[in-house]
């Protein structure tokens, strides 16, 4: 796992200055936040009989709904958006139903209502990433009344090419 995670931040698509070759110098790097999240995608990539869709789903929800968390103006939030995203194939992933997943893990009332029920603001925001990839431009936006769709199609274009770019350092490392 530190191999591939230290072959995925050196990657030559990175640019970086100089080689990391510790995980002391990863966290200085990435910091924790970042570094936990590459840590948690080395491991899913890892799971065998799950398709490379199923993790660019993931990639592309986490990243979207951390978008349209700064686009709505929350900002605080947005790593709580980010997880709602990233955790919504959990079920797919373990081959569990979603409310048995969020029962064992340590999360918010919020994020268990938002990846359980689609409640709450990272709720609906997972229903728009949901709606986004059917391709339902009849929507519904409760909570985003605000929201201009442009910037929604944007941030949910951009999360996309995020995720296959994530997708690709991880397969070359």
């Known amino acids: 796992l530190t191999h591939k995670l230290l072959a995925a931040i050196n990657h030559p698509q990175n640019n970086l200055p100089k ?7 990863a966290v200085n790097f990435m910091g924790l936040k970042r570094l936990k999240f590459w840590v948690n995608m080395l491991m899913l ?7 490379t869709e199923l993790l660019v789903t993931a990639l592309v929800r986490a990243k979207f709904l951390e978008s ?40 918010s009332d919020s994020i268990k209502a938002a990846l359980t029920d689609q409640k709450g603001m990272m709720g609906q925001a997972l229903f728009i ?45």
Do not use: C
């Open 19 to 25: 080689i990391i070759d510790s995980l002391k110098q």
């Open 68 to 107: 349209l968390a700064t686009s709505i103006g929350q900002d605080v939030i947005k790593e709580r958006f980010f997880m709602v995203g990233l955790f919504s194939t959990l079920n797919a992933f373990l081959k569990t139903p979603m409310v048995d997943i969020v029962d064992q893990l340590p999360l």
């Open 129 to 173: 990433a949901r709606a986004l990839e059917q391709g339902n431009t009849h929507m519904i936006m409760t909570g985003f009344e605000g929201a201009d769709i442009m910037v929604i199609s944007n941030d949910y274009m951009n999360a996309t090419g995020w995720a296959n770019q994530t997708l690709n350092s991880l397969s070359a490392a």
């Open 45 to 51: 990539s890892e799971v065998s009989e799950v398709p």
